[in-house]
């Protein structure tokens, strides 16, 4: 099990070059089965592989009355290990509530740039982070609940910068039958089972149903999330390649060419379309509708109309996307 | 609400242009809400639009008590709106067992056939069927956890061949609604209460307890599945026009222009040796795993592979896909 499972991580790690040769790594360390199963593995691959620890970091956000016991936690574990130990710690309510961020957001913001210190003052390259085969399945549910349809389907990256993330391929539990395999002990993270919050009530009600009426749909999840990633994001770069081409920002907003974009694949087109709206809709959402109805004005179908913080029209050959008071 | 839900759906039938004009239309009816809604709709659309009912259909299965109930129950509807009736009735389970299909899919191939038939004698050019957005949701959600990423995820077409599916964009919900609003009833599905079949329980406990988490899920399902197919309907026309132009049939299986292919998008890539792995696969399953040992071949990053049914090596300039037993 142990040897199948350090197999299938090693291969997500050549497979996508997220340590390549030479590489010093720090790793993020919470306390949670995740991010120790994620260093005991990676100090065991690194034993034979072309990558070295460069040490582990731990922040603590003072949210939880465990905090402490938390810090103290994973300082022992680097010791046991022989690693380098960071830790650094911040008021993260005090600063989301001033910052006006969501609590999740304030906390995920003060610890990557932590990491980020860390990671120079160790030489490190490349940081580490315990994102699962589970993380992976609920985000792209999540999104896809949301209605992230239009782009941002797909889903997590298993590398974006220097942030890589080496167990997205495995499961939550694997990854604890592993260290109960090895006698190491991981945290309980309580805050994870607060069924109020939604990704939490996907994570524990939600897949496990659907786990239970296919076996294995949490995998399959988050190997559709991967492809339909991969095939967005092509799309994606050819409608901006299409959208540079076509479009003029004018003083009212943007105006498209559109007998070159009559010519286009509509897969393309609609999302240049998107592009556009959202250039006059400042922070107004564009859903699905909205592009339906340009896609109408392009096709002659409809005269003009309204969309979210504007007007589209078809003067001439061109699409012209105007913003609220400026035509 | 009856305005706005007969709005929606004709917007659907405009702009996927499912009933151009002078259509003649046949309905299939099997007695729930859906159909009993999509009859009653259709007849309320047909007086202003430009197209007619050829009249309603109704596939007894004799699958269940209630068979003869309900053909009486459509038979009367019918009457009641003056509409030509047509049925038939087979011994589905018999049929199933003789054929070694599934019960549902042995009553899909007698009722096409069917629907077929009696749109003959009617005229009709369409046939019309009920599915929902609620169908198009566990659709979506289905194949999603049943590990259709490679291709194949998306939901139902709106249109195929001569089936039309005008209600795709509204809830079972509302339909309920306007079939109460104007007092039309309809048949209860029983066996659609049966939580053992996967799909009822994706549509009984897994999609309500999403839709609890997030109100709108299932629509946000639904369009995601929309966009899905339309991208992957493109991206698969493109890897076929690139299959036919690096493919060659050998005696012993397939073999593809490596160089070329080195040159063209991994989304495109991706559907070129799906299809050249399925050539040689036979009737077994191909996997993400075996596309990525395949692409791994291709770029060199190991000599050689066994994949389902044959091997895959690189000769040359060639990916060579051979069958078990023809090397």
Redesign the interface.
């Known amino acids: 099990m142990v040897a199948g499972l350090l197999q299938q991580i090693r291969r997500t790690v050549?497979?996508e070059a997220l340590l390549p040769p030479g590489t010093k790594v720090l790793i993020a360390l919470s306390g949670g089965s995740d991010s120790v199963a994620l260093t005991c593995i990676l100090v065991q691959l690194a034993a034979t592989d072309d990558f070295s620890v460069a040490g582990v970091a731990h922040f603590n956000h003072q949210l939880r009355d465990t905090a402490e016991r938390d810090e103290v936690f994973c300082r022992d574990l680097a010791t046991r290990l022989g690693l380098e130990f960071r830790s650094d710690r911040a008021d993260v309510a005090a600063y989301a509530s001033a910052q006006r961020l969501s609590v999740e957001d304030a906390a995920r913001r003060l610890r990557y740039a932590f990491l980020r210190t860390a990671a120079a003052d160790l030489f490190a390259d490349r940081i580490a982070v315990g994102h699962t085969l589970d993380d992976q399945a609920e985000t792209v549910?999540l999104k896809?609940?949301?209605?992230?349809?239009?782009t941002g389907?797909g889903g997590i990256s298993p590398q974006k910068g220097d942030v890589v993330r080496p167990l997205l391929e495995v499961s939550k539990r694997d990854l604890t039958a592993y260290l109960t395999s090895v006698n190491a002990p991981w945290l309980e993270d309580e805050t994870n089972q607060d069924l109020s919050n939604?990704r939490n009530?996907?994570r524990h009600?939600?897949l496990p149903?659907?786990d239970?009426?296919?076996s294995?749909?949490s995998?399959?999840?988050a190997?559709?999330g991967?492809?339909?990633r991969?095939?967005?994001q092509?799309?994606d770069a050819r409608a901006a390649e299409l959208f540079d081409a076509v479009a003029e920002t004018t003083e009212s907003g943007v105006q498209l060419d559109a007998r070159r974009l009559a010519t286009e694949?509509?897969?393309i087109v609609?999302r240049v379309l998107l592009t556009a709206l959202r250039a006059i809709a400042g922070n107004r959402e564009i859903g699905?509708d909205h592009i339906?109805l340009t896609e109408?004005v392009l096709g002659r179908s409809c005269g003009g109309t309204d969309v979210p913080g504007g007007r589209v029209e078809l003067r001439r050959e061109k699409l012209v996307l105007s913003q609220q008071g400026l035509r």
């Open positions: 050549r497979r549910l896809m609940v949301r209605g992230a349809g239009l389907l939604p009530r996907l009600v939600v149903s659907l239970e009426t296919y294995g749909a995998r399959a999840i190997r559709a991967e492809l339909m991969m095939d967005a092509w799309l694949p509509r897969p609609r699905l339906r109408d």
